[in-house]
């Protein structure tokens, strides 16, 4: 009866250590998470910003960000392992170990006359017949009784002092840490054991497995649903253009399950004569297009309306059985999108190469969501490809105040960029009509805007040039600067309700062919994770080229240095194609700002496959080279891309400045990057 009395005092225990084998590391990752989290919160400080909200650390959002579900599971947990080290230690406190010099009161070493009056004295107070509770006589019998036997008796003295207990040497016992009641086999109790034994060792982990596998096969590894990806997939075409990617993005899954109410019919009407002009209905037939418009599903045309209300800025004016849905359109919209980015770049020729047009639309999407600008905005105006959208991410910008600076020779982004601060102090406050708070938020948000620089280089390791099939290594450095001297910070979007980290998405691709020869995702935010790559990739590198370990340090050494400076390696590898001379273009490309994107002219001659070992080297030529069949190319672009030029398509103006420039020979490019505006004004 003792042994299972103590087996059943060691379940508390048992639980306790079961429970604090994964609720310990899992609660030390998420608070490292969220020390990491708050490292990276460099965000913009301008008054839009402020007055959005979402960086106000105020306690009601504080509690609301702290209340998810996980958080407070977690709590819980925490509550009932410490209600549990509270009961183990006054349970300790119970069992106590048997001493019998302080059952007698006596310090050890005492005589046998001491024993024996220490023994009459608690005796008095006791012995059954002095005291009659039933308490103090189960205490006399089982503790004073047999302390005095165990100092008084030779044997049960020698069994003390030797083997820490009056009746010798203890056996090792073995029992199970479960409740009482269910160690009671003999009673009703066993079938309780059996159950719990089926339902803690078979049950559990089969619920836990089935609920796991019936997630991982609904969603990818980025939480976005397969059929999603499956219909991304078979919708996007070579030559979509940036204003019908709209239609592709809107068709995932998860934006099927919003529901579609019937009190939603009216506010969305309201909203679609508000966005209408966004949707490039054709007037002629506008009765038409929109009658076949409010045919689609309920669920696109609500999501398209949603998207098109925060391109436009027209989110204050939905009701609130909207709004709901509207944050949970935006808050899937990052993650979808780089989904569908990967669906434009992934490999579909026979050479393995993605579509150029679609991924810089999707980028341009991405842009003009996170920064609340419409599509039309992107419209080439005057002397900028990329139109008014720029202006409009400014704090205080508005269409009538682009106007006004147009007049003073201001056409381009770059032209406001490259003026002094008290140039631009002067220009906002005179011609604008802005205050002073005002043109100080102007300054903050250009202070935060990226300026992006590449190194790029295209060799066949190892040997002296390329020849056809031979696995090319693209190795490029891609440099970003801000005036703030920040690296890694949050873009300026006070109209998107959420947190969002900028990406960039380089890209090496010839923009005559529409062919993506090779894409990586480029990260500023986390500095330590870049390290790591970078140390590794090089490594791998010059070990295969057969660099001894000093050389390789070294290397490391520069590598490191060179992120820490605010640099991201992009290191990959493609199979050269048929012999040929290619003018390739390397993009570095923004998913949260308009007007940082950058482009560099690469030019590679693929030679000859030769049976012999020597190789034959990279001819350098000046001058764009016509390759076979781009007139006809880009005639058939044109015909098909009529909406809206998007700021990354072959024109003219690019055609003269990649002339009068000339293209990089031997595959290589040392900091000479423009950007669109650039080709813009010089086009002009």
Aim: net charge negative; glycine share 6%; proline share 5%.
């Amino acid at each position: 009866m003792a042994a299972s009395e103590e087996n059943s005092a060691l379940f508390p225990i048992f639980i306790l250590t079961i429970m604090a084998l994964p609720l310990v590391p899992y609660t030390i990752l998420k608070l490292c998470r969220a020390a990491s989290k708050k490292t990276k919160s460099i965000h913009c400080h301008c008054s839009e910003c402020s007055r959005s909200g979402k960086y106000r650390k105020s306690i009601f959002n504080q509690i609301s960000n702290f209340s998810t579900c996980s958080n407070l599971t977690l709590i819980l947990l925490w509550v009932i392992m410490i209600v549990l080290i509270y009961y183990i230690k006054n349970m300790s406190r119970e069992i106590q170990v048997f001493e019998p010099f302080s059952i007698l009161g006596l310090e050890p070493g005492a005589s046998d006359s001491e024993i024996k009056k220490a023994y009459r004295r608690i005796s008095i107070q006791y012995h059954p017949d002095k005291n009659p509770d039933p308490v103090a006589n189960k205490y006399f019998v089982e503790y004073i009784s047999k302390a005095y036997q165990a100092l008084t008796d030779p044997i049960s003295r020698e069994n003390f002092e030797k083997y820490g207990h009056p009746d010798g040497r203890q056996g090792f016992q073995m029992g199970i840490a479960l409740p009482q009641f269910l160690l009671d086999i003999d009673g009703a109790s066993g079938g309780i054991l059996l159950l719990w034994i089926v339902g803690v060792c078979i049950l559990l982990p089969l619920v836990i497995a089935v609920v796991y596998l019936s997630r991982s096969s609904k969603y990818t590894g980025n939480y976005v649903m397969h059929q999603t990806l499956s219909a991304y997939y078979y919708l996007m075409k070579p030559s979509l253009a940036p204003s019908k990617v709209m239609d592709v993005f809107v068709k995932a899954a998860e934006y099927m399950e919003i529901p579609v109410r019937r009190t939603d019919t009216e506010p969305l009407q309201k909203l679609f004569m508000l966005v209408r002009s966004e949707l490039n209905l054709d007037l002629k037939n506008i009765k038409q297009e929109q009658t076949k418009f409010w045919k689609q599903h309920p669920a696109l045309v609500k999501t398209e309306l949603l998207i098109l209300a925060q391109l436009t800025r027209e989110s204050a004016t939905l009701p609130p059985s909207l709004q709901g849905d509207f944050r949970r359109v935006l808050e899937l919209a990052p993650r979808l999108l780089e989904e569908l980015m990967k669906m434009a770049v992934i490999p579909r020729t026979a050479q393995g190469h993605g579509w150029l047009r679609p991924a810089t639309g999707v980028v341009e999407l991405s842009q003009c969501i996170i920064q609340a600008v419409p599509l039309s905005a992107r419209k080439a105006t005057g002397g900028s490809a990329e139109g008014i959208a720029p202006f409009l991410q400014l704090p205080h910008f508005s269409e009538a105040v682009i106007k006004k600076i147009g007049r003073k020779k201001v056409r381009t982004f770059q032209d406001l960029q490259d003026m002094s601060l008290q140039e631009r102090a002067e220009l906002l406050a005179q011609v604008a009509g802005f205050s002073p708070a005002e043109v100080q938020d102007v300054e903050m948000v250009l202070e935060t805007m990226p300026s992006i620089a590449m190194e790029v280089t295209c060799e066949t390791e190892g040997e002296e040039g390329i020849q056809e099939g031979d696995i090319v290594t693209v190795h490029a450095w891609v440099s970003l600067k801000r005036v703030n001297g920040l690296i890694g910070a949050l873009p300026h979007a006070p109209h998107y309700p959420f947190h969002k980290e900028e990406n960039f998405w380089f890209l090496l691709a010839d923009p005559v062919l529409n062919n993506v020869w090779f894409s990586q995702k480029v990260s500023f935010m986390d500095e330590a994770a870049a390290m790591t790559s970078a140390s590794k990739s090089i490594e791998e590198t010059m070990e295969g080229s057969g660099a001894n370990v000093k050389e390789t340090s070294l290397a490391i050494r520069e590598a490191v240095e060179k992120v820490k400076s605010g640099s991201r390696l992009v290191m990959g590898k493609f199979q050269a194609p048929a012999e040929g001379n290619y003018n390739l273009t390397c993009y570095c490309l923004c998913d949260s700002w308009i007007g940082c994107d950058r482009k560099t002219n690469l030019k590679v001659k693929i030679l000859k496959r030769t049976r012999a070992g020597t190789r034959g080297g990279l001819i350098a030529e000046e001058g764009p080279i016509t390759e076979d069949g781009v007139e006809e190319e880009e005639e058939n672009e044109e015909e098909e891309y009529d909406d809206y030029e998007s700021e990354y398509s072959e024109d003219e103006a690019d055609e003269q400045d990649l002339k009068k420039k000339g293209l990089a020979a031997n595959g290589v490019i040392h900091k000479q990057d423009s950007s669109s505006e650039d080709s813009g004004t010089d086009g002009e």
